[in-house]
């Protein structure tokens, strides 16, 4: 069975740091990997997507990618507290659009 | 470009009936996924729609059903409402199959079985 594991949190960080997400997945085949950001209440809202080894950057967000270890992280850099959250990590396995969601991580940012 | 658009937003209905959710993707998407979330086992895939076809299935019972028509819109079914069917169905809507193949969430629809 195709797993995506994440930490729960919740995780803390001051504002203005480095938040670290991180997510490891069971299959060698996966395709595409997807970081969602979910407010309370609120639907998943897309920050990025990786499908390359190697670091991909947008703004205050950078997300890394290593096929080899199975794992792909998410860094905030610059923390704000309107970056509390809950970020779910989600992986692509096949040619269609099915996506297998971690449990996601909670961030906490304390001004 | 309009987002996801999904209806109803909210719903109650008791348990044996049956259930229609609506979603409208972003203009010019052609695949349609749906989501089940819920606090217990939280985002899980239901079934992707492209081209009015079933493409992937994920590994819910036969109650719950699907479809998708020439516009791209799709409705899910859910027929003989259990308590455990509460929780907020998500839509998601896709341009195509392409390796990046992101996916845009609408805002759900919040399911309430009593």
């Known amino acids: 069975q195709k797993e995506v594991e994440q930490n729960s949190g919740p995780l803390s960080v001051p504002e203005g740091a480095i938040a670290s997400l991180n997510c490891t997945y069971s299959d060698r085949g996966s395709q595409s990997f997807f970081w969602y950001r979910q407010y309370s209440g609120k639907s998943p809202e897309l920050i990025m997507f990786?499908?390359?080894?190697g670091d991909k950057e947008d703004g205050r967000f950078t997300a890394q990618l290593n096929k080899a270890s199975q794992y792909v992280s998410l860094l905030i850099r610059d923390s704000q507290p309107s970056d509390s959250a809950t970020y779910l990590c989600a992986v692509r396995y096949n040619a269609g659009n099915m996506l297998t969601f971690g449990g996601g991580t909670r961030l906490m940012v304390k001004p | 470009k309009a987002g996801v658009t999904q209806t109803p937003r909210y719903l109650i209905k008791t348990r044996g009936q049956q259930v229609t959710l609506s979603c409208s993707p972003i203009?010019?998407?052609?695949?349609v996924s749906w989501y089940q979330q819920t606090p217990g086992q939280g985002l899980q895939f239901l079934f992707e729609?492209?081209?009015?076809?079933?493409?992937n299935k994920g590994n819910f019972p036969g109650r719950f059903s699907g479809r998708q028509f020439s516009n791209s819109r799709s409705e899910m079914n859910v027929s003989t409402l259990e308590l455990g069917d509460s929780a907020l169905y998500l839509c998601a809507s896709s341009p195509s199959s392409d390796p990046s193949g992101e996916q845009y969430f609408g805002p759900g629809t919040r399911l309430t079985v009593t």
């Open positions: 203009s010019g998407h052609r695949s």
């Open positions: 729609y492209f081209s009015e076809t079933q493409r």
């Open positions: 990786i499908y390359s080894n």
